[in-house]
T-cell receptor
Framework: AQRVTQPEKLLSVFKGAPVELKCNYS??????LFWYVQYSRQRLQLLLR??SRESIKGFTADLNKGETSFHLKKPFAQEEDSAMYYC????????????FGQGTELSVKP | DGGITQSPKYLFRKEGQNVTLSCEQN?????MYWYRQDPGQGLRLIYY???????QKGDIAEGYSVSREKKESFPLTVTSAQKNPTAFYLC????????????FGQGTRLTVV
């Protein structure tokens, strides 16, 4: 089965605290994984993808094939990070469709 | 101004009526997608199209129909057969090549009254 699980519906932290948004996947093959973010009243946009191995807005995510995880991390959260975050998997050779997790709402308090 | 445009932003429909949501892109992307977003359920794929005049069902296609007569347009019709149509609908497009990202529209919120 192809599935993405984000166990936390809501994550609330204080500004400056570390953040980790969890994502686990189920996929028989080499996954292509993404994190998308949706800020209030804005469209869903790509935050980062595992193949590029880059840091965007201070966020990083490492693919752990042994644990089938792709957790999103940031060492020091900012108030502007408050948004809805979705982890997504793109199966190979299935038309480019994305399988999304349920989403985690991150709230960063001052 | 390049991008992907969905209209209208808000749509109200009476029970038993069909309604069509518009999605247009000027990015020259081959592939287009329709997702449904519900609180606590993430996004679920309704239909997708990789080329003009061809489309495939996604995970929740029942009660929906699409057409792809032009590369830049991928309208979604929510029919009266859809049992729970009130939701936020997102359209996306993507260049057909490898390692390309999907771009999303602003969404249409459909409410059945």
């Amino acid at each position: 089965a192809q599935r993405v699980t984000q166990p936390e519906k809501l994550l609330s932290v204080f500004k400056g605290a570390p953040v980790e948004l969890k994502c686990n996947y189920s996929y028989s093959g080499s996954p292509e994984l993404f994190w998308y973010v949706q800020y209030s009243r804005q469209r869903l946009q790509l935050l980062l993808r595992h193949i590029s191995r880059e840091s965007i807005k201070g966020f990083t995510a490492d693919l752990n094939k042994g644990e089938t995880s792709f957790h999103l991390k940031k060492p020091f959260a900012q108030e502007e990070d408050s948004a809805m975050y979705y982890c997504a998997l793109r199966p190979y050779n299935q038309g480019g469709k994305l399988i999304f997790g349920q989403g985690t709402e991150l709230s960063v308090k001052p | 101004d390049g991008g992907i445009t969905q209209s209208p932003k808000y749509l109200f429909r009476k029970e038993g009526q069909n309604v069509t949501l518009s999605c247009e892109q000027n990015l020259n992307h081959d592939a287009m997608y329709w997702y449904r977003q519900d609180p606590g359920q993430g996004l679920r794929l309704i239909y997708y199209s990789q080329i003009v005049n061809d489309f495939q069902k996604g995970d929740i296609a029942e009660g929906y129909s699409v057409s792809r007569e032009k590369k830049e347009s991928f309208p979604l019709t929510v029919t009266s057969a859809q049992k729970n149509p009130t939701a936020f609908y997102l359209c996306a497009s993507r260049d057909g090549g490898l390692n390309t990202e999907a771009f999303f529209g602003q969404g249409t919120r459909l409410t059945v009254v």
